[in-house]
């Protein structure tokens, strides 16, 4: 796990290094243990790439796996940052061909497999990667992002230059001096609380590399190429087994990518919410390593109605885990925000992202350099609410009155707000997507000035994410959309950036392409059941390893926190009047919240912090938001 950084230029100088130099001391926290450069000279042109890396040393820990490194004969070089997990068996495949390896880590792998295979290498990989190669033969700088997104990798193209990084705060020293705020993102997120849905990032002209993308550079023009989809699993339900010989894959795959998951030269902890997917994560790993010390991280809000300390000790007992908990004052988040919200490069949704930062700061403190990390599990078993809207438009369309007829009866534990927008939700399931983002829009808020959004060109209406859904596969379609759009790049974002805030690599092994794509082949209702179990498929597979309390639990928590009062003892608090932001009207008050409470606002639940997030956000980095 690192952090990688560079830039091509059109007109090549000493100057380029020293930037590079700075937006790599800027994201030093991602790799504390060395840190390398690389410059190159296009001979056609006047042209330089950069490429720099600090790295945080996991595999093969001596000198040997230092980046940016260049193969022999130069035509390659790599600034890679993640962890190949099958890197092993795509190093066992290149042997068979002839090739010899100087070091033991997955970086020497993945830049020969670059070498003999190309942009073919990406097909191969499972794990986690945002990576830059440099190929001077064919001049090209090609920038690749994971399946899943769960390696940044951002981007800006300046004309005569072009610059990237793992991170923000990288970015702008790199090659943003004076950030503007781009409206359209910030009112996607005040009103709808979504960003990380698209290549928009908060800062104008900086975008993400999607999850599954990559795009090519010429080192000779500049030209900047598309991104180009490598990845985008079918959706088609092709198996033909039986329910239980599914069942047994699937333990299979999740034990491999559990197992693969582990390959570590450094201490290894779990970060454990006492959920189903962080408790089958722990009970894997007993499985496949019975006398294995297990140390799990958890979070715990002593008299919090929502507090799973219950069941985190359920866990640890069960399994012989080393359980270590974190619990939060009210003052802690004032005192932690400034760096919580530095630490994130740009603003999110909510309170349970201090509390996930404060698990990684827990495992640093015991000396955990690796920890695994149960993201993914709902966007691919079907947890969370189960998806009702999206189950019932496939129950429907496809005839299955019946069945439809027992599944809208079905008992779920589902909060009071959402047994009140399900049926609207279901129903507006049947209205076309470019519609529904039409029609779906909010309530006009006191605190936004349309006519300046007007001018702009801002939409207010819902974000339109997500294809074409199949018929019959609504929910499949939808799970596959969270993967990329809305939902899962968020909860990866969160995760990457508060573990290398206190250089840790936190590793999801739910986040697998066969397990995937294997799992999107099933039919609905082995994901969700008949009577509306969520994660149907997976409670059964991990019946045995996790405690039978956990595996029918029905209620879905996670590092949750009394977020009222917490944001409560914000609101409160002034704006700064140096960072007027262009498109918001005075509330009430001069507050973080205009005085306003989140009924007036009318943007719904979490109102409050966003603004909160957002004035802090711009006003720490000193963006221009008029």
């Given at each position: 796990?690192?952090?990688?950084?560079?830039?091509?230029?059109?007109?090549?100088?000493?100057?380029?290094?020293?930037?590079?130099?700075?937006?790599?001391?800027?994201?030093?926290?991602?790799?504390?243990?060395?840190?390398?450069?690389?410059a190159?000279?296009?001979?056609?042109?006047?042209?330089?790439?950069?490429?720099?890396?600090?790295?945080?040393?996991?595999?093969?820990?001596?000198p040997?796996?230092?980046?940016?490194m260049?193969?022999?004969?130069?035509?390659?070089?790599?600034?890679?940052?993640?962890?190949?997990?099958?890197?092993?068996?795509?190093?066992?495949?290149?042997a068979?061909?002839?090739?010899t390896?100087?070091?033991?880590?997955?970086?020497?792998?993945?830049?020969?497999a670059?070498?003999?295979?190309g942009?073919?290498?990406?097909?191969?990989?499972?794990?986690?990667?945002?990576l830059?190669?440099?190929?001077?033969?064919?001049?090209?700088?090609?920038?690749?992002?994971?399946?899943?997104?769960i390696?940044?990798?951002?981007?800006t193209?300046?004309?005569?230059?072009?610059?990237?990084?793992?991170?923000?705060?990288?970015?702008?020293?790199?090659?943003?001096?004076?950030?503007k705020?781009?409206?359209?993102?910030a009112?996607?997120?005040?009103q709808?609380?979504?960003?990380?849905?698209?290549?928009?990032?908060?800062?104008?002209?900086?975008?993400h590399?999607?999850?599954?993308?990559?795009?090519?550079?010429?080192?000779?023009?500049?030209?900047?190429?598309?991104q180009?989809?490598y990845?985008?699993?079918?959706?088609e339900?092709?198996?033909r087994?039986?329910?239980d010989?599914?069942?047994?894959?699937?333990?299979?795959?999740?034990?491999?990518?559990v197992?693969?998951?582990?390959?570590?030269?450094?201490?290894?902890?779990?970060?454990?919410?006492?959920?189903?997917?962080?408790?089958?994560?722990?009970?894997?790993v007993?499985?496949?390593?019975?006398?294995?010390?297990?140390?799990?991280?958890?979070?715990?809000?002593?008299?919090?109605?929502?507090?799973?300390?219950?069941?985190?000790?359920?866990?640890?007992?069960?399994?012989?885990a080393?359980?270590?908990?974190?619990a939060?004052?009210?003052?802690?988040?004032?005192?932690?925000?400034?760096?919580l919200?530095?630490?994130?490069?740009?603003?999110?949704?909510?309170?349970s992202?201090?509390a996930?930062?404060?698990?990684?700061?827990?495992?640093?403190?015991?000396?955990v350099?690796?920890?695994?990390?149960?993201?993914?599990?709902?966007?691919?078993?079907?947890?969370?609410?189960?998806?009702?809207?999206?189950?019932?438009?496939?129950?429907?369309?496809t005839?299955?009155?019946?069945?439809a007829?027992?599944?809208?009866?079905?008992?779920?534990?589902?909060?009071?707000?959402?047994r009140?927008?399900?049926?609207?939700?279901?129903?507006?399931?049947?209205?076309?997507?470019?519609?529904?983002?039409?029609?779906?829009?909010?309530?006009a808020?006191?605190?936004l000035?349309?006519?300046?959004?007007?001018?702009?060109?801002?939409?207010?209406?819902h974000?339109?994410?997500?294809?074409?859904?199949?018929?019959?596969?609504?929910?499949?379609?939808?799970?596959?959309s969270?993967?990329?759009?809305?939902?899962?790049?968020?909860?990866?974002?969160?995760?990457?950036?508060?573990?290398?805030?206190f250089?840790i690599?936190?590793?999801?092994?739910?986040?697998?392409?066969?397990?995937?794509?294997?799992?999107?082949?099933?039919?609905?209702?082995?994901?969700?059941?008949?009577?509306?179990?969520?994660?149907?498929?997976?409670?059964?597979?991990?019946r045995?390893?996790?405690?039978?309390?956990?595996?029918?639990?029905?209620?879905?928590?996670?590092?949750?926190?009394?977020?009222?009062?917490?944001?409560?003892?914000?609101?409160?608090?002034?704006?700064?009047p140096?960072?007027?932001?262009?498109?918001?009207?005075?509330?009430?008050?001069?507050?973080?919240?205009?005085?306003?409470?989140?009924?007036?606002?009318?943007?719904?639940?979490?109102?409050?912090?966003?603004?909160?997030?957002?004035?802090?956000w711009?006003?720490?980095?000193?963006?221009d938001?008029?």
């Open positions: 796990m690192c952090g990688v950084a560079g830039s091509w230029s059109r007109v090549g100088n000493s100057a380029d290094g020293g930037r590079l130099r700075a937006g790599l001391d800027a994201i030093r926290h991602r790799g504390p243990d060395d840190l390398g450069e690389f190159w000279n296009d001979p056609t042109s006047s042209a330089r790439v950069d490429l720099g890396l600090v790295r945080l040393a996991i595999l093969d820990l001596s040997a796996g230092h980046q940016p260049t193969l022999p004969g130069g035509r390659f070089t790599i600034s890679y940052n993640g962890e190949i997990t099958n890197y092993i068996e795509i190093r066992d495949e290149l068979t061909l002839g090739e390896f100087v070091s033991d880590g997955d970086t020497e792998v993945l830049l020969k670059w070498a003999r295979w942009i073919g290498t990406l097909d191969r990989l499972e794990g986690m990667f945002g830059a190669v440099l190929d001077t033969a064919e001049r090209t700088l090609t920038l690749a992002r994971d399946p899943y997104g390696k940044p990798l951002l981007y193209d300046r004309g005569d230059r072009i610059a990237f990084c793992s991170e923000m705060s990288g970015l702008l020293t790199l090659a943003v001096p004076n950030p705020l781009d409206w359209q993102s009112v996607d997120y005040l709808w609380g979504a960003y990380e849905h698209s290549e928009r990032t908060f800062i104008e002209g900086v975008s590399v999607r999850p599954g993308h990559y795009l090519v550079i010429d080192t000779a023009t500049g030209r900047l190429g598309p180009v989809r990845w985008w699993p079918s959706v339900t092709t198996y087994g039986s329910y010989d599914a069942v047994d894959t699937v333990r299979s795959l999740f034990l491999d990518s197992k693969r998951n582990l390959r570590s030269d450094v201490p290894l902890g779990i970060a454990l919410s006492g959920g189903l997917d962080s408790s089958a994560i722990t009970g894997a007993r499985q496949l390593e019975p006398d294995l010390p297990i140390q799990s991280f958890s979070f715990i809000a002593p008299g919090f109605a929502k507090s799973e300390h219950e069941w985190i000790t359920l866990v640890a007992d069960a399994i012989g080393t359980s270590h908990t974190v939060a004052a009210p003052g802690d988040l004032e005192r932690d925000l400034d760096d919200i530095l630490s994130q490069g740009e603003p999110f949704g909510g309170t992202i201090y996930q930062y404060r698990v990684f700061q827990l495992a640093r403190e015991h000396g350099i690796v920890t695994l990390d149960g993201q993914g599990g709902d966007e691919l078993f079907a947890g969370y609410f189960g998806y009702p809207a999206q189950r019932m438009h496939s129950l429907i369309e005839g299955r009155w019946a069945t007829a027992r599944f809208a009866r079905a008992d779920r534990d589902l909060p009071d707000w959402y009140v927008v399900m049926p609207f939700e279901a129903m507006a399931q049947f209205v076309p997507l470019r519609l529904r983002h039409r029609v779906r829009r909010p309530l808020s006191p605190l000035d349309t006519a300046a959004l007007r001018s702009r060109g801002v939409d207010t209406g974000p339109a994410v997500g294809p074409v859904s199949v018929r019959g596969g609504r929910l499949k379609t939808h799970l596959r969270t993967l990329g759009g809305y939902g899962l790049p968020m909860l990866l974002r969160h995760g990457d950036r508060n573990s290398m805030r250089s690599e936190s590793r999801v092994p739910f986040l697998d392409r066969a397990l995937n794509e294997f799992l999107l082949s099933l039919p609905e209702d082995w994901l969700v059941g008949p009577d509306g179990t969520t994660k149907r498929i997976l409670r059964d597979a991990a045995g390893w996790v405690p039978d309390a956990v595996i029918d639990r029905r209620d879905k928590v996670g590092f949750e926190t009394p977020e009222a009062e917490w944001q409560g003892r914000l609101a409160a608090q002034p704006t700064d140096e960072h007027p932001i262009g498109f918001l009207r005075p509330g009430r008050a001069d507050t973080l919240t205009g005085g306003l409470t989140e009924r007036e606002i009318r943007w719904g639940r979490r109102s409050h912090w966003r603004l909160i997030n957002l004035r802090r711009i006003a720490l980095v000193g963006v938001a008029s």
